[in-house]
């Protein structure tokens, strides 16, 4: 049974940071990220890992703030987030793919981070 399980979400002042953390089990994911839906918006896709190369992807309004990393060793994802804003407040969930499909099939609960002004 394939678990996702984040963490680390939380109240933070803007210009303030925060790391969420994934524990994932289960299965072998070809690439792993992060998602978020803020209050009226449509799921975006916020970053993402790949298992070839560790390549990553990024949304463009989070460039250069959030750092999505994986330690295969600990079956964790990590998304270290600095100089939030109020706009990055949404519920952030973990996702994932199968081992052969680039299709997110697999998802956390989602952590609430609520950056205030």
């Known amino acids: 049974q394939v678990q996702l399980a984040e963490s680390g979400g939380g109240v933070v002042q803007a210009g303030g940071s925060l790391r969420l953390s994934c524990a994932a089990s289960g299965a072998t994911f070809l690439n792993m990220g992060w998602f978020r839906r803020a209050p009226g918006k449509e799921r975006e896709l916020v970053a993402q890992i790949r298992t070839i190369r560790a390549s990553t992807d990024y949304t463009d309004s989070v460039k250069g703030r959030f750092t999505i990393s994986r330690d295969n060793a600990k079956n964790t994802l990590y998304l270290q987030m600095n100089s939030l804003k109020p706009e990055d407040t949404a519920v952030y969930y973990c996702?994932?793919?199968?081992?052969?499909?680039?299709?997110?099939?697999?998802w956390g609960q989602g952590t609430q981070v609520i950056v205030s002004s």
């Open positions: 996702a994932a793919t199968s081992g052969v499909s680039t299709v997110y099939i697999y």
